[in-house]
């Protein structure tokens, strides 16, 4: 899928509406234990999570793949990366670190945080 910088500034928009309307949901449920593993480790709440989506532009784009879920292969995940400065929960240091986000926008304007971690692999980044 051949993507520019345009589409992916408009999928942006629409999650980021989304995050501002109160119309997304993080999964942390124990198929996601990266996720849950993230908001205990560091000094992290949902309103920071949030903070982190809107700050979000085109460059932080990664890829975009396919829903491998049977039912769902018509819905495109859209993975970012993006850099932050976080303070583990029990230490004393802000650190940086390397955040994978995967989002699932459906089609009713809602927006499912599928991933939101630290990455396991550097990302490749689509526009860099």
Do not use: W
């Amino acid at each position: 899928m051949k993507l520019s910088v345009s589409d992916v500034e408009k999928y942006l928009e629409a999650v980021k509406c989304a995050v501002k309307a109160h119309r997304c949901r993080f999964d942390m449920n124990v198929k996601r234990p990266d996720n849950r593993k993230l908001f205990e480790t560091y000094l992290l709440t949902v309103k920071d999570a949030e903070n982190i989506i809107l700050n979000l532009n085109a460059r932080d784009f990664s890829d975009a793949v396919p829903n491998e879920h049977v039912g769902f292969e018509h819905e495109m995940l859209y993975i970012f990366g993006k850099e932050v400065l976080l303070i583990e929960r029990y230490g004393t240091a802000e650190k940086p670190v390397p955040l994978y986000i995967k989002f699932n926008k459906l089609d009713n304007e809602f927006v499912i945080v599928i991933s939101f971690h630290e990455q396991r692999h550097p990302l490749t980044y689509y526009f860099k």
